[in-house]
């Protein structure tokens, strides 16, 4: 499977998780080295498989997100699944799922079980509230973390609408990111004592994390009852010099020069070097300053301003709409795009790889649903004969 080089070969993981959170944390780890079996319902599999776009019927989402894992097909409401998967568990080192809580328990799959088999076993939990609160059983997905996490209402224009984010903040960064963490630091920790560990992981709780500075600062100065402000603060809108301006071909530009001297970069550059004075006031001095700045950068293109403003003082970027990124000459530098056959369905594909590579990365594609079932049956010792009944 994994070369000898790679980081975490020799890891093994067994992902019961669905969609998003989990399967994005588990490419990661398969990227760098483990090895990823993925247990998926034998009639439908996961249900990225069947998303749009698709091509050739195959899930686009489904191919993103499984690259160099393998496929088991188990019944887990059933007896024989069940039994299957408590034979199977002391192989793996680690166990990633994504159902709500208790429905583990239900299958006769809890933690407790699980790790009964295998004192060793990290077994990670990803949902939506976590395992614990008066919330924990409620449906949700990404919009609706970040909503109760006050994300969406720190974002957008003062006395405007909450910012829609348009990408799953929640299910990767406060799900996949810090199931990622939960897995890694358990692994440090079996080192020292030979045991597992349960971790516990909230899509909203991580996505909370996104606001640790602007309420830790509040918590700090005795100021909890101070409430967050959509686009009146340094961060999301209040200052000139860190905002979202529009150029004359209706483009965007991204102004991030939030210290005194890359704002006074900017503003010597574009011949007004007074506008730093004001920038910092707030109030209506500062909103001068910032219709100032609206009205210059709406004076030319975006093609103008990023001949103008490509130097390394500006702290300036142009907002990527479309497919631009995917010839972003830093993002191409950085290897993030890979191309490579797949000989199984015929085509050549580009991957995006995930953003921690510790040398080079295998690209094998995704399997096909319980592609390799047999196999890691057998690895485990079942028979032929009960590999057959539990395939059929």
């Not at 990111?177 to 692994?187: S, T």
């Not at 349960?198 to 909370?208: C, E, I, K, Q, R």
């Not at 079932?373 to 690895?379: G, H, K, M």
């Given at each position: 499977m994994a070369e000898p080089s790679s980081p975490l070969a020799g890891l093994r993981v067994l992902d019961l998780s669905r969609l998003l959170p989990g399967p994005y944390a588990t490419l990661?780890?398969?990227d760098l080295g483990a090895t990823v079996d993925t247990v998926e319902d034998p009639d439908v599999g996961d249900a990225t498989r069947h998303m749009p776009p698709h091509r050739d019927g195959e899930g686009a989402l489904y191919y993103g997100l499984h690259r160099n894992k393998r496929s088991?097909?188990?019944n887990l409401k059933t007896p024989e699944g069940r039994d299957a998967l408590l034979r199977l568990v002391s192989r793996y080192d680690v166990l990633v799922e994504s159902f709500r809580p208790g429905v583990m328990d239900k299958l006769g799959l809890g933690e407790a079980v699980l790790r009964?088999?295998?004192?060793?076993?990290?077994?990670?939990?990803i949902s939506g509230y976590g395992q614990t609160g008066p919330d924990r059983l409620k449906a949700g997905h990404d919009l609706n973390y970040v909503a109760r996490a006050g994300l969406l209402g720190y974002g957008g224009e003062a006395g405007g609408a909450p910012a829609f984010p348009g990408v799953q903040v929640a299910d990767i960064g406060g799900g996949s990111l810090f199931a990622l963490v939960g897995i890694l630091a358990a692994l440090y920790e079996r080192e020292r004592t030979g045991v597992g560990r349960f971790v516990d992981v909230s899509m909203t709780d991580g996505a909370l994390a996104f606001l640790h500075l602007h309420?830790?600062?509040?918590?700090f100065m005795g100021q909890a009852g101070t409430p967050l402000q959509r686009g009146t603060e340094a961060l999301n809108g209040g200052y000139p010099s860190y905002g979202l301006y529009r150029t004359a071909d209706d483009r965007w530009l991204a102004v991030g020069a939030l210290e005194p001297k890359f704002f006074g970069a900017l503003c010597a550059k574009l011949g007004r070097p007074e506008l730093l004075d004001d920038a910092y006031t707030g109030g209506?001095?500062?909103?001068?300053?910032?219709?100032?700045?609206?009205r210059i950068l709406a004076s030319e293109p975006l093609a103008h301003w990023k001949e103008q403003l490509s130097g390394a003082e500006f702290c300036v970027e142009p907002v990527a709409e479309g497919d631009e990124v995917l010839a972003d000459p830093q993002l191409r530098a950085r290897?993030?795009?890979a191309e490579a056959d797949d000989a199984q369905r015929g085509i050549r594909v580009t991957h995006l790889l995930t953003p921690l590579r510790m040398g080079d990365v295998a690209l094998r594609p995704p399997p096909t649903l319980g592609q390799h079932s047999r196999v890691i049956l057998e690895d485990a010792?079942?028979?032929s004969e009960e590999i057959s009944?539990?395939?059929?």
């Amino acid at each position: 499977m994994a070369e000898p080089s790679s980081p975490l070969a020799g890891l093994r993981v067994l992902d019961l998780s669905r969609l998003l959170p989990g399967p994005y944390a588990t490419l990661v780890l398969a990227d760098l080295g483990a090895t990823v079996d993925t247990v998926e319902d034998p009639d439908v599999g996961d249900a990225t498989r069947h998303m749009p776009p698709h091509r050739d019927g195959e899930g686009a989402l489904y191919y993103g997100l499984h690259r160099n894992k393998r496929s088991l097909t188990l019944n887990l409401k059933t007896p024989e699944g069940r039994d299957a998967l408590l034979r199977l568990v002391s192989r793996y080192d680690v166990l990633v799922e994504s159902f709500r809580p208790g429905v583990m328990d239900k299958l006769g799959l809890g933690e407790a079980v699980l790790r009964g088999k295998n004192p060793r076993l990290i077994y990670c939990a990803i949902s939506g509230y976590g395992q614990t609160g008066p919330d924990r059983l409620k449906a949700g997905h990404d919009l609706n973390y970040v909503a109760r996490a006050g994300l969406l209402g720190y974002g957008g224009e003062a006395g405007g609408a909450p910012a829609f984010p348009g990408v799953q903040v929640a299910d990767i960064g406060g799900g996949s990111l810090f199931a990622l963490v939960g897995i890694l630091a358990a692994l440090y920790e079996r080192e020292r004592t030979g045991v597992g560990r349960f971790v516990d992981v909230s899509m909203t709780d991580g996505a909370l994390a996104f606001l640790h500075l602007h309420l830790a600062s509040r918590l700090f100065m005795g100021q909890a009852g101070t409430p967050l402000q959509r686009g009146t603060e340094a961060l999301n809108g209040g200052y000139p010099s860190y905002g979202l301006y529009r150029t004359a071909d209706d483009r965007w530009l991204a102004v991030g020069a939030l210290e005194p001297k890359f704002f006074g970069a900017l503003c010597a550059k574009l011949g007004r070097p007074e506008l730093l004075d004001d920038a910092y006031t707030g109030g209506e001095a500062g909103a001068r300053v910032k219709a100032e700045l609206t009205r210059i950068l709406a004076s030319e293109p975006l093609a103008h301003w990023k001949e103008q403003l490509s130097g390394a003082e500006f702290c300036v970027e142009p907002v990527a709409e479309g497919d631009e990124v995917l010839a972003d000459p830093q993002l191409r530098a950085r290897g993030l795009f890979a191309e490579a056959d797949d000989a199984q369905r015929g085509i050549r594909v580009t991957h995006l790889l995930t953003p921690l590579r510790m040398g080079d990365v295998a690209l094998r594609p995704p399997p096909t649903l319980g592609q390799h079932s047999r196999v890691i049956l057998e690895d485990a010792g079942f028979t032929s004969e009960e590999i057959s009944h539990l395939i059929a």
